[in-house]
């Protein structure tokens, strides 16, 4: 079974500074998904970023980037120029593709709540 | 709003009352997911469908647990004799096809007392 684990149960900022959320997972696939999720207070969880394994180049989106050690089993989520609206619950997620029936459920880890200060 | 919806978005009970959510998916997507968040934890794959066929139902939590797509559009997440254990929430996802973005609803907030 695949593990998605994330040793920062906190993070406070300030805006406008960059921040860096670790995730390291466990599997023994060597073909999946990942991905980093946002769920702020009271609202709904949307993808920030995915990244296949298969690729090497670390996916971005605007201010948001990741660093994929393959080798090392770790995705970390970077955050540049952070502003008061990406404070949020951020998951880091994990999906295979050798799950027997075609299953693609999300493996999450705890979570990582981010605060952007003022 | 075209994202996915979920209804009731709070449900209070009492131990031993059978409870049923509902979710409506993206209209196109035929992929649908159910996950169960506790307080303090990433959400928990429990199921899916595409179209209606149940794919998997392993990860189901008991067998008080069940769920329905019965045209393939929406589906409904049943607990019957619930226990306070279950007190969490209930989120729905849905996708176009394998491996794609899953989008998620905001979620049923189950309180059982």
């Known amino acids: 079974a695949q593990t998605v684990t994330q040793s920062q149960p906190e993070m406070s900022v300030q805006e406008a500074e960059t921040v860096t959320l670790s995730c390291t997972y466990d599997?023994?696939?060597?073909?999946?998904?990942l991905f980093w999720y946002k769920q702020p207070p009271s609202r709904q969880m949307i993808l920030v970023i995915r990244q296949e394994a298969y690729k090497q180049q670390n996916a971005t989106e605007n201010r948001f980037s990741v660093n994929f050690q393959k080798a090392a089993k770790s995705f970390s989520l970077k955050i540049s120029d952070s502003q008061l609206g990406d404070t949020a619950m951020y998951f880091c997620?994990?999906?295979?593709?050798?799950?027997?029936?075609?299953?693609?459920?999300?493996?999450f880890g705890k979570g990582t709540h981010l605060i952007i200060q003022p | 709003d075209t994202g996915v919806s979920q209804d009731p978005r709070h449900k209070i009970t009492k131990r031993g009352q059978n409870v049923t959510f509902r979710c409506d998916p993206i209209?196109?997507?035929?992929?649908l997911y159910w996950y169960r968040q506790t307080l303090g934890q990433g959400p928990e794959f429990l199921t899916y469908?595409?179209?209606?066929?149940?794919?998997?139902k392993s990860r189901l939590l008991s067998d008080r647990f069940s769920a329905e797509r019965p045209k393939g559009s929406f589906s409904t997440l049943e607990i019957q004799r619930t226990e306070q254990g279950d007190s969490a929430m209930y989120l729905c996802a849905s996708s176009l096809r394998i491996l794609d973005t899953q989008y998620f609803g905001p979620g049923t907030r189950l309180t059982v007392l």
């Open positions: 209209s196109e997507h035929n992929r």
């Open positions: 997620a994990f999906c295979g593709t050798m799950s027997g029936g075609g299953a693609d459920g999300l493996t």
């Open positions: 599997t023994s696939e060597s073909n999946y998904y």
């Open positions: 469908f595409q179209n209606e066929a149940q794919l998997e």
